[in-house]
């Protein structure tokens, strides 16, 4: 028993070394977002995701936050403001609020999750333009993320010891919906992005829902570093096949 | 025939210089390549015939411009985000909120730093 406990307690410490090794408040990676127009790749706009530290009286918490803004250009046409941001606990990413508030075009939805750990149940609110709020409560599985935490969790996951085709499964909460997704291994790449030529560690990612499409058309490319950021990633979704390019990187922890 | 190809060049040419003034200003090329063929072959048919008429140089020129007008976008045009105000005031007041919300919570599991 006594060996078990110590082992599980080794386990955890590695457990944490991994994830304080990867994300650290005052990150901030920017990318360019591309979308497919008749063949054509079209930059469109700028996803940001950044970390700082969200302090309250009684925790200090870390604030994951992605924003989605439209070139210039197109805001005229199409114009996009989203905001996503997760307020998780700094040592394994565990959520307990989730925002989302976007506007694109003339939709606007706003979205809040508050996150209970211990009932396993999620009070959300949420918001439509000329329509009443709604407000729900719902049960989740342990262990269940929202999208935010999710893509700075995967950061988290311990590549340099995953065999090529290893699968690893995660449950998204998205739209008082759980998603299940696997995200699987594929082996080791170097590619040129903006920020130099970079070894990564590809990945190929699946859903569930239908809302990732094909098998291989979702991947994304961490750096195969300590900091594991996502540098490029391709997407196929319901209403297209888009890119993501990494632009710049700036507060990386290692 | 030669008529035909005439018109087809002509609403190619249009079509390529209305994509070209718009922000989908790269998709402009396919429409450019299709005027330019069917412009060759009606100027082609027009020659065998004796007469070119104005109307084939008219489309090589908007075809021109549009080609143009695309790659002078594509090579200088910045991509930037110039609505960051609005951004930064949303991400403001969301986290003002979201401390609300959060010392509301039961916390204990994070410790105070």
Redesign the interface.
Known sequence: MKKLVVFLLCLASFSNKAQKNAIAAGEKLTY?ASYN??G?L??IA?VTMETSD????????L?L?C?A???????S?F?I?D?Y?S?V???NLTP??Y?R?INEGSYYKFM?Y?F???TNTINSIQRKKNKKEEQKSFSINTGTKDIVSTLYNIRLFDYKNMSVGSKKSFTIVFDIEEIKAQITFLGKETISTNIGKKECYKLSISSSENVLQGKNNNLLWLTADENKIIVYGKFKIPVGTGELKIKSAQGLKN | MKRIFTILALIAAILSIILAVLPVSNLAIFPAVVALLFGLIAFYLSKKTGSVKKIIQFIFLLTIMSLALTTYKAVFSKKEVTNTQELKKLEKESKENAIEDLEELDLDDISTE
């Open positions: 360019t127009m008749s054509i079209t930059d700028e969200a302090k309250t009286s009684k925790a200090t918490l604030r936050k924003t803004t439209t070139y210039s250009k197109w805001d046409f114009k403001v905001l941001e307020y606990n700094p040592k307990y609020l925002k508030d809040k508050t209970n750990h211990k």
